[in-house]
């Protein structure tokens, strides 16, 4: 008999044709995610789970699905919606999807440091609104790329390629990480600093770090205070890292002068939210790696990742608790 799985979303084809060759496959085939208690349904007595960042993958799941859970893929890099100790207590290895995104959405944060610091957002707007009667000498002035201080916290895979990509605008280009070396940094055109000193010294500050209990609202009404009025600050990690309502103050009473986000808190963001109302706030809906090649490759990733798993082969990119 095929081991029997559990697929939770719709992930692209190329990946359900891989796992349905070994396995007897049970899809979540709704485009929204599955209520907690379908999956708790669902995941009973299955070999394997392929799940996304949409479903909280926690002990009490876990335990549902019984003895005969042997793996957990996640099509995604972060995993802070699994409860990884409770797997691995159990013996059941976690698998992600690690640097097959990087590009794209290093790309994506680019390209939202690009749309905030030109007002790109802010002149679409313009237009639809009727306001473009005459070009105008002083107005929508953005902020200049070329020679302005880039401050990238967390240099791990995305943030080095945000890193190769200022190199090319001439950037200069300040890092923050717990582990960070000089000479790692130096490796990617980046200097090594404190965070304060990042914060106080950077013109965009672009976030890469997972979300922890150590970076949860990292980014806080305290450290916002301490970046530069005219400072752009760029989310393409997850929501969590900032936190939303100091983050909305902040941009109201121009402490600093703009933000771009990938993700927010909570996701989806409610159409009621504050943020949604301000003008210097660019929000697009998760889309780093929303690329046909890349998500391609992290359905296949994650299928090869459920397959080992089921079959008692080691997953080709498991998590490791630090």
């Not at 299955?46 to 549902?64: F, M, N, Y």
């Not at 450290?223 to 969590?240: F, V, Y």
Request: glycine share 8%.
């Amino acid at each position: 008999m095929k081991p029997k799985v559990f697929v939770t979303r719709q992930i692209p084809e190329i990946g359900l044709a891989r796992v349905r060759e070994v396995c007897d496959l049970d899809l979540w085939e709704h485009e929204d995610p599955a209520p907690y208690d379908q999956l708790l349904e669902r995941v009973r007595g299955v070999d394997g789970v392929l799940c996304t960042l949409t479903e909280r993958i926690d002990e009490g799941l876990i335990a549902a699905a019984g003895a005969n859970l042997k793996v957990i893929s996640q099509m995604a890099v972060g995993y802070d919606n699994i409860d990884v100790r409770a797997a691995h207590a159990r013996g059941i290895p976690v698998g992600n999807t690690p640097g097959v995104l990087t590009a794209a959405t290093a790309d994506l944060a680019f390209a939202l440091l690009l749309a905030a610091a030109r007002r790109l957002s802010e002149g679409v707007q313009y237009i639809r609104g009727g306001q473009w009667t005459t070009w105008q000498p002083r107005h929508l002035l953005g902020a200049d790329l070329n020679g302005a201080t880039l401050g990238i916290i967390g240099l791990g895979r995305i943030g080095k390629a945000v890193a190769q990509r200022a190199r090319g605008f001439d950037m200069n280009i300040l890092a923050y990480s717990r582990h960070l070396t000089d000479e790692e940094a130096r490796a990617h055109g980046a200097t090594r600093v404190d965070l304060p000193t990042l914060l106080h010294e950077s013109d965009f500050v672009s976030l890469h770090t997972p979300l922890t209990p150590d970076t949860r609202h990292l980014i806080n009404r305290e450290t916002l205070a301490e970046m530069k009025q005219t400072a752009i600050l760029i989310n393409t990690t997850r929501g969590g890292t900032v936190d939303p309502h100091a983050l909305y103050e902040a941009l109201r009473d121009n402490v600093i002068a703009a933000a771009a986000l990938d993700v927010t808190e909570p996701e989806p963001i409610p159409l009621d939210d504050p943020l949604l109302t301000l003008p210097n706030c660019l929000i697009v809906p998760h889309i780093g790696s929303a690329t046909v090649k890349t998500r391609d490759k992290m359905a296949l990733m994650a299928a090869e990742n459920l397959i080992a798993g089921v079959t008692g082969q080691p997953l080709p990119t498991a998590v490791k608790l630090g």
